[in-house]
């Protein structure tokens, strides 16, 4: 019992500690799309002061009731919206050219002939696609915030998802670098 209780003083002599563990707790659970508010409430609770900013307190706060996607559902949920933009993707050519573009698109798909050429809006979707499995969501999002306005509407929900989770990221990764800078170690 008397080491416990020295166990416990110990760790109320480090706020600083225990605000970092719990820190890491709330990102490792970020990474899944479950809610996370008890993650985030323990560690407002465990913050010294200054550790939380408010801006970051607030994205936190804003998505910990829900959660957030994975960066795996984000990547299957774009591709499942893939067909549709290709879809709807702006060629660019005439009507004989569109015409002979999906004869060309026919007879490839028997081996008669080579597929046509990927549109540059077909290869800017397909990069990022490649940017999801590469694990690299800013630079999908801003690839996929970049696509033809004619594309935009079929995107909205799922850039809005994305750009939460980049924003919940960001918070958690700021906070821990404060708490990591100099001036936080000095106190």
């Known amino acids: 019992m008397a080491e416990r209780v020295e166990r416990l003083a110990a760790a109320q002599e480090r706020p600083t500690e225990r605000f970092m563990a719990a820190a890491l707790l709330l ?52 591709a499942v919206l893939m067909p549709q933009l290709i879809a709807r993707a702006p060629r660019g050519e005439t009507a004989l050219g569109s015409t002979v573009a999906a004869v060309r698109g026919g007879l490839a798909s028997v081996g008669l002939t080579a ?10 979707i397909a990069g990022v696609a490649q940017q999801l499995r590469r694990g690299n969501l800013a630079a999908a999002v801003s690839d996929a915030a970049s696509l033809d306005a004619g594309m935009q509407p079929l995107l909205s929900g799922w850039l809005a998802q994305a750009r939460a989770r980049l924003a919940v990221e960001q918070a958690v990764q700021e906070t821990l670098l404060r708490l990591l800078s100099p001036a936080a170690r000095s106190s």
């Open 115 to 124: 597929p046509p050429a990927p549109t540059d809006q077909e290869q800017a």
């Open 27 to 78: 990102q490792a659970s970020i990474t899944t799309p479950r809610p996370w508010l008890r993650e985030y409430q323990a560690m407002v609770d465990l913050a010294p002061p200054g550790a939380l900013s408010q801006p970051a307190a607030e994205v936190l706060l804003s998505h910990a009731a829900r959660g957030v996607p994975s960066e795996a559902e984000l990547r299957e949920r774009f």
